[in-house]
């Protein structure tokens, strides 16, 4: 097997409080991930789940130990370089889905690039694409008011990954959505790592991590438990489903 695609080796993180208080968040992290993996990392309230994903979503950078991403030590580099690397590499799904409520969802999944400086025909077909990608093909102009949370998910999925990036985090993605549009998102993701993209998943729901085919489980700022899975079958009709 090759390079990792993202490579976390040893690293920690150390927050100072107010009044010179250190808190470890991290305490000797390491994790490898191979394109097209699905992982799933659980952990409770304060194990470091938020932070790890944090790092390797370029948002923060590790106090100590190296984070390689497609084979680039990423800790040394300038912020905008940094933001450089985030914006080309990485797409990013929220529990909270994160739209701007006075845009549609055409223009909600655009929005990367116009950050990126695209020309507008090839931004409005890149958005047609992953939005129909996503079973919103009769959607495209509606507005965030107008669908519901499970629609607004996949917008939020299809902005992700309108940038064709070789990594998706998703933070908590089905936190706000029912049982069965929990089933059509994690379709969704299933569809992705099938097509070689690196999906990481950040959750507290045992029953959700079951869709990933690998779980990483946390505990005090370390990795407590690292194992392959025989992933849930998620079968939805996620393309096409209300």
């Known amino acids: 097997m090759g390079q990792p695609l993202l490579s976390v ?19 000797g992290v390491s994790l490898d991930l191979e394109a097209g993996d699905f992982v799933a990392i659980m952990g409770s309230s304060g194990s470091g789940k938020s932070t790890l994903m944090n790092i390797i979503g370029c948002l923060d950078r590790p106090t100590q130990g190296r984070y390689l991403l497609a084979g680039q030590d990423v800790a040394g580099v300038s912020r905008n370089a940094l933001a450089e690397i985030r914006n080309r590499t ?3 799904v929220f529990q909270s889905f994160n739209l701007l409520s006075r845009t549609s969802a055409m223009e909600n999944v655009e929005l990367p690039l116009v950050y990126a400086g695209m020309p507008g025909r090839e931004r ?119």
Do not use: C, W
């Open 90 to 92: 990485l797409g990013f």
């Open 9 to 27: 080796q040893d690293v920690t993180k150390t927050y100072l409080l107010d009044g010179g208080v250190a808190v470890q968040a991290l305490r």
């Open 124 to 242: 409005h077909r890149l958005a047609r694409a992953a939005l129909e990608r996503v079973g919103l093909g009769d959607r495209l102009h509606h507005h965030p008011n107008q669908l519901s949370g499970g629609q607004q998910q996949r917008v939020a999925i299809a902005r992700a990954m309108v940038s064709q990036p070789r990594v998706i985090l998703a933070d908590e993605p089905t936190g706000n959505l029912d049982s069965r549009t929990s089933l059509e998102i994690m379709a969704l993701f299933q569809d992705l790592g099938r097509s070689g993209i690196t999906v990481v998943l950040v959750t507290h729901e045992q029953d959700i991590a079951a869709f990933a085919a690998r779980l990483v489980v946390m505990r005090d700022g370390l990795v407590t438990s690292d194992l392959r899975q025989t992933p849930v079958a998620a079968v939805a009709a996620a393309a096409g489903a209300p």
